[in-house]
């Protein structure tokens, strides 16, 4: 079946710890993203990348990290300069042409004990 | 600046009344996307309906509706007939245009969503 995966769904980490959001894609898109929920508000872009080996600061890219070596692989490091990493975080994808529906993973829950 | 702008932060309504939920947008380009996400429980987002700009037709699939008008930046959804496994928490989104991607680019700008409680 084709579509997005996000490992782990679950993380926990403590405070000053570097980690790292899994997202894989086996539907050959060319486009990925990641965006950060927060209770009672919207999804905010982190980066994106619309090809491979280059990617895009979104609104709230500070403390984030991200590499796009495959195309169907776009991980996310949560670094320790995130002053509020707990949130959950979504993957998308999208095939690349203009203004297609994105389509989205599970998601990770991280938590910052 | 582009923006979405839901108003209605929760919705509770008993099953089969209809509910509409609103969606207003600000956008300076003349070529955008609009779209309807729902997120159930489980938290992942389910793609609903994409409309352009240039297409102010009323589209209905199943118990669902929507009505696009310019004229008010509005794209509004409703629900007929509201079932509890509509329960969910529901966003509009607005395509972003960017000329450094030939003009349009697949980044979106979320409203803050409308939580939806169907009770039985």
């Known amino acids: 079946d084709g579509g997005i995966t996000q490992s782990p769904k679950y993380l926990f980490r403590k405070e000053g710890q570097n980690v790292t959001l899994s997202c894989e894609q086996n539907?050959?898109?060319?486009?990925m993203y990641w965006y950060r929920q927060d209770p009672g508000q919207g999804l905010r872009l982190i980066y994106y990348s619309q090809i491979v080996n280059d990617f895009q600061k979104g609104d709230i890219a500070e403390g984030y990290s991200v590499s796009r070596e495959k195309k169907e692989s776009f991980p996310l490091t949560v670094t320790s300069a995130q002053k509020n990493p707990t949130a959950f975080y979504l993957c998308?994808?999208?095939?690349?042409?203009?203004?297609?529906?994105?389509?989205f993973g599970p998601g990770t829950r991280l938590t910052v004990l | 600046a582009q923006k979405v702008t839901q108003a209605q932060t929760e919705i509770s309504v008993v099953e089969k009344e209809d509910v509409t939920l609103d969606c207003v947008y600000e956008t300076r380009d003349t070529t955008y996307y609009l779209f309807w996400y729902k997120q159930p429980p489980s938290g992942e987002l389910v793609f609903l309906i994409r409309r352009n700009s240039f297409d102010e037709q009323n589209e209905i699939s199943g118990r669902y509706s929507w009505n696009f008008q310019k004229s008010t930046s509005s794209f509004n959804f409703t629900i007929t007939a509201s079932q509890v496994v509509d329960s969910a928490v529901y966003f509009c989104?607005?395509?972003?245009?960017?000329?450094?991607?030939?003009?349009?680019?697949?980044?979106?700008?979320f409203g803050t969503g409308t939580l939806l409680a169907v009770q039985p």
């Open positions: 989104a607005l395509s972003e245009a960017n000329p450094n991607y030939g003009g349009a680019t697949n980044k979106l700008i």
């Open positions: 539907l050959n898109h060319d486009a």
């Open positions: 998308a994808s999208t095939p690349g042409s203009s203004y297609n529906e994105q389509f």
